[in-house]
């Protein structure tokens, strides 16, 4: 395993998603693996880079952000030899399409193409391989301020967690969710670092367990004292006065403050207001989408219906005859929402 720094200290997981210059190619770890195998994959074509985000293989918002930045850009690339300069903006502005239209609820994805659009707009009287290099600068320069704002979000919910210790987190908005540390589990890699004991308790998170597969596997693989529950105990452990504060992410925040999550995520806030417990959402500043008034504006994802009934069971488990539901976020309204952790 290759180790990566985390503010001075040792971080037990690569770059959750790199662009490899030599290759021409997008890396992640397939987090369709973990946690029992942690794999590198490299993709260069844009339908393989389109499937790893469809299909979860890199997921959490601003990873796929990151993703479909260097995306489009080895896209530019690979039209360098395209011969005509209206082919290279024809393509690569049907390219962005393609991309955009892989997962519709996470706004880094639109935010971080929109950007690498720009790029290739503001520069159109440059030549293509010039703005190839424009877009090779921007996808590196949207790497780099992901890995900056998520540093900076754990620095500040260290102060707002305050004397807080035992933390309940929904899903996974840890490092695998961004190039390096996350944000709603940023703050407890850095106070971890610092000597802080934090104990998380990791919501399942069904149907796909990104939060016990993956917010468990980073933690625990991170020395974090980590606790794994089903999704229906939340309210058991809240009664019991074993949860101080809840952190998540968030795939979109409306100009309200109405939040896209995880399903599952708007539960764990009406609970959490139940019993007082204060409840964060942990977010860059390219999660805020002014231009959606509310959450009820949010489209959100729904997936096959087999990752309920069918995907960790050895035969299918839903009977023949019963519809399925399966949305992959829910909105939680801003009104249970105690404070936004921004970088
Ligand atoms: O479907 P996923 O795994 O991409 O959903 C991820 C989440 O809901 C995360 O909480 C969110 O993207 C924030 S990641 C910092």
């Known amino acids: 395993m290759k180790e990566t720094k985390f503010d001075g200290s040792v971080v037990a997981l690569p770059d959750t998603v790199a662009l490899d210059d030599e290759r021409s190619a997008l890396v992640i770890i397939d987090q369709t693996q973990l946690p029992r195998r942690l794999e590198l994959i490299a993709l260069t074509e844009q339908v393989q880079i389109f499937e790893a985000i469809r299909s979860l293989r890199v997921r959490g918002a601003p990873a796929i952000g990151v993703s479909a930045a260097i995306g489009y850009y080895l896209a530019a690339k690979q039209l360098v030899n395209c011969g005509d300069k209206s082919i290279f903006f024809q393509k690569i502005g049907a390219a962005r399409e393609y991309l955009a239209s892989s997962r519709p609820t996470a706004v880094n994805l639109f935010w971080a193409l929109d950007r690498m659009q720009n790029v290739t707009d503001t520069h159109s009287n440059l030549s293509v391989v010039e703005i190839v290099t424009k877009l090779h600068e921007e996808c590196l320069k949207i790497r780099d301020e992901d890995i900056e704002s998520c540093r900076r979000i754990g620095e500040n919910g260290l102060k707002i967690l305050g004397r807080s210790r035992n933390i309940l987190t929904h899903c996974n908005a840890g490092q695998l969710a961004a190039v390096r540390y996350g944000t709603a589990l940023a703050p407890i890699h ?17 149907p796909l367990l990104q939060g016990m597969r993956l917010s468990a596997f980073e933690l625990a693989a991170n020395g974090i004292d980590t606790t794994v529950i089903c999704d229906n105990m939340v309210s058991s452990l809240m009664s019991q006065g074993k949860i101080d504060a809840v952190i998540v992410g968030a795939d979109r925040i ?13 539960g764990v806030a009406i609970l959490a207001k139940y019993y007082n417990i204060p409840f964060y959402v942990a977010a860059p500043k390219s999660t805020f989408d002014m231009s959606t008034p509310t959450g009820k504006d949010i489209i959100i994802e729904q997936r096959d219906p087999s990752e309920i009934g069918e995907l960790w069971f050895s035969e299918p488990l839903s009977p023949d005859g019963a519809k399925t539901y399966n949305p992959a976020f829910d909105v939680t309204p801003h009104e249970l929402i105690t404070g936004f952790i921004t970088d």
Do not use: P, Q
């Open 190 to 206: 850095l106070g971890h670092e610092r000597g802080i004991d934090f104990k998380v308790y990791c919501d399942e998170t069904r």
């Open 254 to 266: 409306a100009a309200n403050g109405d939040t896209a999550n995880k399903i599952g995520t708007s």
